[in-house]
């Protein structure tokens, strides 16, 4: 299982927008593309000196980054603290749809200023990707960041009304949408499936608005 830092590390990146990728950050910051790789794959562990770094860029406390931050659970921006990022939360349905203007909504505060109409969080209640997205924690899905292979998606199979979370791999020349477990079913890009957002912040306590 990966450290709290790589999932960190990698949940960090994830959340910028427009989308980053690590090779980006590794020219940015002047480090090794397959460092960066190395770190957010759990097989070794940034010095104090580019964990600086990496806080300074992705905007969140080294604490956080190191799981220390016991209090939220959340990045501390390093912007102003009057500035809160919020989602709205809602059901799986109005993910389907895109429906999120409700003016009655709970907001979950989130890492990131996603632009308006762009991101919603859902509250996780399957076990098909426990290794990342844990039954209970919630999941903000963004239309902002690109679908691609590695990232984790919300999507619906079909006529489903019922979206799922699945990871998105490329095998030989088939893309699939897969699951941690085998009591839940994969399935092929080519088979009605319609990718509505990808993954990118997985939030386990929370903190609303």
């Known amino acids: 299982m990966k450290s709290t830092l790589a999932q960190r590390l990698k949940a960090a990146r994830a959340a910028i927008h427009p989308e980053i990728t690590q090779r980006q950050i590794a020219k940015e910051l002047d480090l090794s593309p397959s460092a960066v790789n190395l770190w957010e794959a759990g097989k070794t562990e940034p010095s104090a000196g580019d964990l600086a770094k990496l806080s300074a860029r992705y905007k969140v406390s080294t604490d956080w980054l190191l799981g220390a931050d016991n209090a939220t659970n959340l990045p501390a921006q390093a912007h102003s603290a009057k500035t809160i990022n919020t989602v709205p939360i809602v059901p799986p349905s109005s993910m389907v ?22 991101a919603a969080a859902m509250l996780v209640t399957s076990d ?20 691609e292979p590695g990232r984790v998606v919300l999507a619906t199979i079909g006529n489903s009304t019922e979206p799922v979370l699945r990871k998105y ?17 994969s399935y092929r890009l080519d088979d009605g499936v319609n990718i509505i957002g990808c993954v990118t912040e997985i939030i386990i306590r929370k903190v609303l608005i």
Do not use: M
């Open 97 to 118: 749809r895109w429906s999120l203007e409700n003016s009655e909504a709970t907001l979950l505060q989130t890492t990131v200023a996603y632009p308006q109409q762009t």
């Open 169 to 185: 791999i490329r095998e030989g020349s088939e893309n699939l949408l897969v699951s941690d477990d085998v009591r839940f079913p």
């Open 128 to 147: 098909s990707l426990a290794s990342v997205c844990p039954s209970g924690s919630y999941a903000v899905i963004s239309k902002g960041h690109q679908a």
